[in-house]
């Protein structure tokens, strides 16, 4: 290793242990991660994205409404800092966020490039960065207590030096490299069942041994990045149109293959919603009660053999989602593969 390299190890090391974004977790609480500045309202703007961007926090209203989770229960993620994002990305990448322009294309809403960049930061790329808080602080709680949700995140569209696909900030990644120095974590597995292909971190640990990828995803829709295909591991590409059966047939398999190739220490599961029927972006045909089973499968393959697991929200982009997620914890809760009852002294 070069001496330039090592003391580029260094400064990330070092970023990462003086980092605040791990703190200390009362076990009164449960490890269902969110906060009410997760949500994204922005003049109306947010309107004109597909994107239900005040889903994060219909999820824990329909949690809270069903009477399975306790609002005090929930833990608040700090925001990442400028030092904890520059742990993956470069000076020059946060720069380019600071022009309204470049975080109108990575979030796919033309007007926002007409905003003032003050104002995008505050509406927009704030909510982004308590999301990336959250996906990091997930790992410690998973670690902690087996699992960790973080009821937002998933950005796996960005790496170190390319936003995209709304994602801004590489929390997947962030979330490893903090893994690494403070879990004394050293084999990851991805399991990324959103539909779309999570090219983010592909590119980010692309030939690192460290990192096992499943990639699960529609070959026909974004990012067509056929570059970061190289990096996948596992592919499992599931054509447009394709149903609840076939899915979870080629899940059931691809988990079985996964088991003999790869040990892992900690399971990152990028959960995306979008493979639900009717989906326009994601284009497959899976119903709600298969999604419930698709993670309910993921959860059992690292509980089994007590992997600790976090999982992610990701992208999904119907207003329907947010109750299929909520649908999803509860199950996960029933077949006690998580306990989301908070002690009732707490
Ligand atoms: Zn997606």
């Not at 990442?80 to 979030?107: F, G, P, Q, W």
Request: charged share 25%.
């Amino acid at each position: 290793m070069s001496s330039s390299s090592s003391s580029k190890d260094d400064v990330q090391r070092n970023r990462i242990i003086s980092s605040k974004l791990y703190f200390d977790v009362s076990v009164s609480k449960v490890p269902l991660i969110y906060s009410e500045s997760y949500d994204i309202a922005f003049l109306g703007l947010e309107k004109l994205h597909p994107f239900d961007s005040s889903k994060w926090g219909r999820i824990c209203r329909f949690l809270t409404s069903f009477g399975v989770l306790d609002k005090k229960c929930i833990v608040e993620p700090l925001e990442a800092s400028k030092d904890d994002l520059l742990v993956v990305h470069s000076e020059s990448y946060l720069s380019s966020l600071k022009e309204s322009s470049n975080v109108a294309r990575i979030t796919e809403v033309a007007p926002v490039a007409l905003v003032p960049n003050f104002l995008v930061q505050q509406k927009v790329l704030f909510p982004f960065r308590k999301q990336v808080g959250g996906t990091i602080l997930a790992a410690k709680l998973a670690k902690e207590r087996g699992w960790a949700i973080n009821v937002g995140g998933g950005f796996h569209h960005c790496s170190a030096e390319n936003g995209g696909g709304f994602c801004a900030y590489a929390d997947i990644s962030l979330c490893i490299h903090f893994a690494f120095v403070r879990l004394n974590v050293s084999r990851v597995m991805i399991i990324d069942l959103d539909a779309h292909q999570g090219n983010g971190h592909e590119m980010d640990f692309a030939n690192d041994r460290r990192v096992y990828i499943l990639d699960m995803y529609n070959p026909g829709i974004y990012p067509l990045d056929y570059e970061a295909r190289n990096y996948i591991n596992q592919k499992v590409e599931v054509k447009s149109g394709t149903l609840t059966e076939e899915y979870l047939q080629k899940l059931d398999e691809a988990l079985e293959v996964a088991r003999h190739r790869f040990d892992p220490e900690l399971i990152v599961y990028n959960a995306g919603t979008d493979i639900l029927e009717g989906d326009p972006l994601g284009r497959l045909q899976i119903s709600p009660e298969g999604v419930a089973l698709r993670d309910e499968k993921v959860f059992r393959f690292a509980r089994e053999k007590n992997i600790p697991i976090i999982m992610l929200t990701s992208g999904g982009y119907m207003k329907s989602s947010a109750k299929v997620i909520a649908d999803s914890i509860v199950n996960l809760s029933k077949k006690c593969l998580i306990e989301i009852k908070g002690s009732p002294n707490a």
